[in-house]
């Protein structure tokens, strides 16, 4: 079961601005990196945003990532069609003695 | 270029056991700690085990802490997961990556369905 929480959907016109929300706890995103993922049909995810808020390089300026407490957002601007995918959001969780824990993911659809 | 090639996957029996390779080139494998994430048909993206640099430690998700264990060999530069008492519910596609880290590769994932 997903420990971090998104909303299960988003969507907006070409050139319109969407933001994907992560809520966490004080165990993973109070206290870790938050990462970002991108994963379109019958792909292996991608990497938009690691370390919260930094682009791997060949990723567009289009995506940005913050972090604030217990949450994180990732954040489309310029939507464009083919930002239509399933996105993630991932941290490490120091309970448990330790685990990986990802977002229970938000489809993003361009209308 | 960083390369990441998993390998293993099949069709196994419930209570089989399976061992998935993953083969990594490109980076200094050693220094990065690694992890399996799997993702079921139709479902969400879950993470399974990671272990550090020099396999010293190692971390389980509740569902598999018991029956699967992951390991490395880093003069091989490759990553391994060894499944058994395999169940249903463990039918996914599994990625082996670089997680946690810097930026991450992924490879394109083994395919593991058990079933009868």
């Known amino acids: 079961q997903s420990v971090l929480t998104q909303p299960p959907s988003a969507s907006g016109t070409p050139g319109q601005r969407v933001t994907i929300s992560c809520s966490g706890s004080?165990?993973?995103?109070?206290?870790?990196?938050v990462y970002w993922y991108q994963q379109l049909p019958g792909t292996a995810p991608k990497l938009l945003i690691y370390?919260?808020?930094q682009r791997p390089s060949g990723v567009p300026d289009r995506f940005s990532g913050s972090k604030s407490g217990t949450s994180a957002s990732l954040a489309i601007s310029g939507l464009r069609s083919e930002d239509e995918a399933d996105y993630y959001c991932?941290?490490?969780?120091?309970?448990?003695?330790?685990?990986?824990?990802f977002g229970t993911g938000t489809k993003v659809t361009v209308l | 270029e960083v390369q990441v090639l998993e390998s293993g996957g099949g069709l196994v029996q419930p209570g089989g056991s399976l061992r998935l390779s993953c083969a990594v080139s490109?980076?200094?494998?050693?220094?990065?700690?690694m992890s399996w994430v799997r993702q079921a048909p139709g479902k969400g993206l879950e993470w399974v085990s990671a272990?550090?640099?020099?396999?010293?430690?190692?971390f389980y998700a509740d569902s598999v802490k018991g029956r699967f264990t992951i390991s490395r060999d880093n003069s091989k530069n490759t990553l391994y997961l060894q499944m058994n008492s395999l169940r249903a519910e463990d039918t996914a596609v599994y990625y082996c990556?670089?997680?946690?880290?810097?930026?991450?590769?992924w490879g394109q994932g083994t395919l593991v369905t058990v079933s009868s």
């Open positions: 272990i550090s640099g020099t396999g010293a430690s190692t």
């Open positions: 004080s165990s993973n995103i109070g206290s870790n990196y």
């Open positions: 991932a941290a490490w969780d120091d309970s448990l003695s330790g685990r990986g824990v």
């Open positions: 490109g980076f200094t494998f050693s220094t990065y700690a």
């Open positions: 370390r919260n808020n």
């Open positions: 990556a670089n997680t946690f880290g810097g930026p991450d590769y």
